[in-house]
């Protein structure tokens, strides 16, 4: 049986792994890249903001796994940053949807990233798929548009389609944990802001899996949370991130106009409180490997 699957953004942080689990569970797997043949995986040419892309790339897969979009922690929002961090993931998400549209390719399941992002700053308030996006705040408005065209592939093309709004992706390769967990070993960590904010986090070997499970498993249709169960305050993050580091906590809270200097509108990530709900997810029949931020971070840290 073909098990082909083709991802976009494959070269990140989250698609890397998910290529490496994937061939290790039996797939076959290519990348969509702007330049292609630089990797170990096969690869196809394209250009989203071009709208190009290899005839043959689409029709090679069975499934797609969409992932593409400029970094939103890379350097500050300037309003040219922020029209990249857009158009990057709409222009890949709208070039596959057309070239799904063609009858030309067997691709059975289109899943797609977005972000809990969406919701915007909540407080303390328990979010579910069901909460509307956030007006005015600027990753909300990117997440409904990027999902929007996502559901195009659902809606035009009828291809089961699934969308993950991803929460804090924890890797000791990148994303927020780095900067999080240097700071704490060079006994600088402390709370952000006023550290009540909520972390929706997920380790980034759940939400591969949670990626392979909605490939193989026909229920898996509509938006879903990536997030584990147990979501923590900032602090609470923080406290567990220095005892399983072994490292005190010296400094008091920084202070959010401090972030906000340094940052910019960016400090929206780490100040904008998220409490996501993973109870679709679970009812869908997904296990955590690690639903506890403990467990998670010893997974990386453990032996330090």
């Not at 494959?10 to 292609?36: K, Q």
């Not at 992002?117 to 990117?142: H, N, S």
């Not at 890797?171 to 909520?198: D, H, I, N, W």
């Not at 986090?201 to 990626?211: P, T």
Request: charged content about 20%; proline content about 5%; glycine content about 8%.
């Amino acid at each position: 049986m073909s098990r082909k699957v083709l991802i976009t953004g494959g070269t990140g942080m989250i698609g890397t792994r998910l290529a490496e689990m994937l061939i290790d569970s039996g797939y076959e797997v290519a990348l969509l890249s702007r330049t292609p043949g630089s990797g170990r995986f096969r690869s196809f040419r394209w250009d989203p903001l071009a709208g190009t892309i290899d005839e043959a790339a689409v029709p090679y897969a069975d499934y797609i796994i969409n992932l593409a979009g400029s970094s939103v922690s890379d350097g500050k929002w300037t309003q040219e940053r922020k029209r990249e961090i857009l158009s990057s993931r709409l222009a890949g998400t709208q070039l596959v949807a057309r070239e799904l549209a063609k009858q030309n390719h067997h691709v059975q399941a289109f899943i797609s990233a977005s972000a809990i992002g969406i919701y915007g700053d909540r407080d303390d308030q328990v979010v579910t798929e069901e909460t509307a996006p956030a007006a005015d705040d600027f990753l909300a408005e990117v997440c409904r548009q990027w999902e929007a065209a996502a559901q195009g592939v659902a809606t035009h093309d009828h291809i089961r389609t699934a969308i993950f709004r991803i929460g804090i992706v924890l890797s000791p390769e990148g994303g927020a944990l780095v900067p999080l967990a240097r700071t704490v070993k060079m006994m600088a960590g402390a709370p952000l802001g006023s550290g009540k904010q909520y972390m929706s986090w997920i380790h980034l070997d759940d939400l591969c899996r949670l990626f392979m499970q909605a490939l193989e498993q026909p229920q898996w249709q509509g938006t879903y949370n990536a997030v584990a169960p147990h979501p923590v305050t900032n602090q609470e993050f923080t406290e567990t991130l220095a005892d399983v580091l072994h490292r005190p906590l010296v400094l008091p809270k920084v202070p959010e106009f401090g972030l906000k200097l340094v940052m910019g509108e960016m400090s929206e990530i780490v100040l904008a409180s998220q409490r996501v709900s993973a109870e679709k997810t679970l009812q869908q029949g997904f296990r955590f490997d690690y639903p506890e931020l403990r467990g998670a971070l010893e997974s990386f840290y453990g032996e330090e």
